[in-house]
């Protein structure tokens, strides 16, 4: 059994964390932390896991965290991970970030879009955890970012027309919208129900923080660097995002090719699903699971490619990705503890 | 492995029931039918099974169904399901029945309520598949009938108080309110989005069909005949049940007697969460999970005691409960197959 | 034209109430206040006010209030209320508040409710504002204590049967379900969307401060002391009240006589519509208006009649009924700036 | 005061004419008329409607329609618009036509996206009626085509660019989201509340017919045809549409020039309101309006110029453009019986 702790616990990741810790047959888990809640027990807290778990909320302290665990989950604000992890990874445990802090290759992009970085040491050995385009290193990781919600959509709508050439890289086009739960559970009169019942926006054009980290990843899969226009629009639902992805077509591309494209790039995959040509998939498709799926069309009118993602943000986008990201490091099937259907309706 | 087929597998109840199926340990999905999707893959009609099922939707015959099983799920519309479920007998399997068909003693009440009733003789044989009520009896029963969703609700808040003599039954009100799925997935105008949405109503005031099965268990609980009002509501959710049962206390009755009914009632029920004092609960904590949670509160002022349960409504008000009862009847946990937290948000 | 100022504007009810004043072709809005808000542009906070009304947040002072209007709104706390409402009336205008503190004939009940009352000389000249109750003490107030919006619903729903003795006052239950913006524009944990949305939940049971406002309305209606049960519950949209309301009929009254008592107590009411027979409403077909919809059922199983009611808990509970308090208060016809229909979809 | 009857006017475009229409100052409302409720009281079908209108449905017949009335709204699905609108011109009858049967200036684009055309003569009279962009020709108009949902929130978000020659007419990407009442309140599982809550999808990708209409009016505006991506995506909300549109921009051009374009475009409309800089607008501060609100952001990383646009759909995108579109027709203010504010929340 794998040893498992969690630092933060108490939001929404952490609720899903949970939820497939107490799941996953290869797993134990052994702490979780919080600072607000610390000293409270998990199931008061969140009386859904009445009878699923007796943890109680430890401080987050890396010997708190590292007391009996093999592999640690931050899932704590940016900037607070980096804070925490190092001493963690001293402790000889490996680590699956779920902040922005690991994601970048260079830390001269993070700390443009972020803050000073305090680690940059360890921004070279970080993986960035998408397993279907990393997951050799990621097996080898000791410490894995995990992606932001919004790329793992994007890059995974994108990644078979880059690495195949059949798209002109400079016409990506990412337009997203998500479900609440992506603004964290922190109250806020953003997050009012009667703010977001009945109503639809876009926020933060043009300077959402999870542009460079999509950049970063298009650009590897390019080969060279890549701009693009990335929008996000919040969606009054709970869970769930869908990128609808827009690129002008290389010249010779087809829609064979493309075709050709997602089936040989997915081929094995154990979580991206390819919809039926002439088909688009839904939120509700993979709504509490590890999924992606995907659909997309050649317009000949235009030449371009349409491509619609779905994930869940919790699953998919955080805390299931984080999951899987830990079976590889741990040696386990990719698909350990996360082989439930998705709930509907 | 037990082996299972569903009749009627194409609706919420049926989704519910493939969906816990495919993680069951102890179960084996042998064959879904639906006249209606008879011939199409389970993954092309449900795109979140792709992956998890590779079903095909048969035609709905007991041949087919019992081809190779030993236990089939009814979820058939009533009447429908007693022209199934005596052929199904019959082939030496066990019979689970989601309808109303064979949840009443009285073949008289049940023809009272609905229609007249073509297997009366096998109402005495069904057991009332409330597991807390009657666990012995479903653990020795080939057919069981699964009790309604607001049945489950109201029994539950009530039973511990009517077991003890601590409420007078005849003051019982149980005013219950649900989430969209309760009503199928038939297309309708009543469950169009937007006749839903943004609204709340009252429905079936005093004639719910729920009542006398609500009626046959309370008065079992009693000891004598009970009327109730039973008036159930609309909520613009999908899934989830909430009941607020109220009643007036008998003489002597106290609330420490009334906290320690509930505790002793529920002593070793799996699926029983009672709230700390003072607390109630919300749907959202017991949302795909087979719990029933339950708060209550005595008033002096009045003298009434108000309890209030909630479940979801697919999954302990059917489909759940119903693999619960399949587990009872074939000597697996009573809990086999339904250990998943609850879903949040 | 009445010149219209209003204390504490920048809330749910002060965006309704500024909604209404706005199409009132009797009334100008001369200052609206905010302590939060203070000297930010109305529509700059509300955009949706862009075109309809270029005031700017002043100071909470009464000398502001009162600079330039003949009826000041008070949409205040509860407390911030009676600090301010003394000084506006000794300045001459009318005042509708809507806070609790002026809804009591006895300080005493206040206070054992809420807190000490700083004028409970006011409270015998403040008139509780439900127009269908007290018409003609409204016309002459110069202090109305606007009601609170599950009392609303209840008080219309129960007033026919108590004023004609149809029902026993000891066995009134009021079960009622809010939308979330009954609970104010405050952002919490409680109103987060994904802690709100797809849930349903009871809160406050046996304790809710608008408890013992129904019982003093409703006990002058019986012309006794009347206790009842009334708990609240939370609706995941943004607007409407349903209240169930249980009562046991007297001896001799009949269906026929119910109907009548309604029929009769409502006649002329520009603001109460009944269902047709056998009907009962939904929120949704008075959202956005100041109706209060009402159907009823005589259950003779238990000799309990079960009325229905629905209002917008923004509009009749809360800012279309104060409009209304201020058009009898100003000689205006009641229906003054309220005659537009309900919003549907 | 005008003379009005509304053909179709029983689905959701209709209730909201009616709505309208019944606070229209200027305006009688004389007849209704539905297929499938003839007979029936408006006020028994929609008891919304109880107490602000007594009509009942008619037949749908020209002669009716007629009977009493200076203007005839056909709110009726495409092609039975078309049976029926030369019969109202015939009687003299001035038509606002609220399918797409009269939208387009040449038959043969409607007949490659839609049917055979039967009255292609009556095409070049119609004028499509999106004020801002045709004011004066619908004032001399006797037919307007009344322009879709989508289309109006695309048009106005592209046209002070096109206009200008701000952006190149082939980068156009047209990214667009509706609630759930576009689709209309006809029964079906695709509206189905538990299919439509807490999902998001695309439908019609790169096939949806108001395509052709959106490339009609900005290839007038660009001078030349322009062929664009136009996805529309199912919101679960009920009202409201917002639209993304991305174009490249054109060489020369700066944000100061594109800041221009849309106050000098939209300077003196009465309807389009422009968010301050940096904001962008929701579907929420247009509810229930009008009003289109547009935000706008260029994107010197990839020279390109994002529009955000928001309406309603219900009355921006269909009811209260016809209406307004009516006012210039009959002489009357545009504004006319359209100055409520939105609804909030």
């Known amino acids: ?43 008061d807290f969140y009386p859904a ?16 965290l590292t007391r009996d665990a093999d592999v640690v989950f931050t899932a704590l604000p940016h900037q607070a991970a980096m804070d925490m992890v190092p001493a963690l990874l001293d402790r000889g445990v490996k680590v699956v970030d779920l902040s922005a802090d690991y994601r970048f290759r260079d830390p001269a992009v993070y700390e443009a879009w972020y803050q000073p970085h ?12 998408l397993p279907e385009l990393h997951r050799e290193a ?37 337009d997203s919208k998500s479900g609440v739960s992506g603004a964290g559970r922190g109250a806020s009169l953003a997050v009012h129900f009667c703010e977001v ?9 043009g300077e959402h923080r ?40 290389a010249a010779g591309a087809t829609a064979e090719g493309i075709d050709d494209a997602f089936h040989n790039f997915y081929s094995g995959a154990p979580f991206v ?4 040509k002439g088909e688009f998939p839904s939120t509700l498709q993979v709504r509490g699971s590890n999924h992606c799926d995907l659909g997309w069309r050649f317009d000949p009118r235009t030449r371009r490619v349409i491509v619609v993602s779905v994930i869940d943000n919790l699953t ?19 698909a350990a503890g996360l082989a439930a259907p998705p709930w509907q309706p």
């Open 1 to 43: 059994m794998i040893r498992v702790a969690i630092a933060g616990a108490s939001g929404y990741t952490g609720f899903e964390l949970i939820r497939i810790m107490v799941q996953h047959p290869e797993v134990r888990l052994t702490a979780i932390t919080s600072r607000a809640q610390m000293g409270q027990r998990l199931d």
């Open 49 to 64: 896991f009445r009878g699923h778990c007796e943890l109680v909320f430890e401080e987050p302290d890396p010997a708190v």
């Open 118 to 129: 305090k680690t940059p040491e360890l921004s070279s050995q970080a993986v960035y955890g």
């Open 138 to 174: 990621i097996r080898r990781a000791r410490l894995v970012g995990n992606p932001g919600c919004y790329p793992t959509s994007i890059i995974l709508a994108a990644a078979p027309l880059l690495a195949r050439g059949l798209v002109r890289p400079e016409t990506i086009i990412a």
């Open 197 to 205: 019942n009945e109503g639809f926006k876009a926020y933060k054009v």
């Open 210 to 249: 999870h542009t460079p980290e999509i950049e970063q990843e298009l650009g590897l899969l390019a080969g060279k660097p890549v701009s693009i226009n990335f929008t996000p629009h919040l969606v009054p639902m709970s869970r769930g995002i869908l990128s609808t992805v827009y690129a002008t077509v």
């Open 273 to 276: 699903r390819l919809c039926k």
């Open 316 to 334: 998919r986008g955080a805390s299931g990705q984080a999951v899987c990201n830990m079976n590889l490091m741990c040696g386990l099937p990719e």
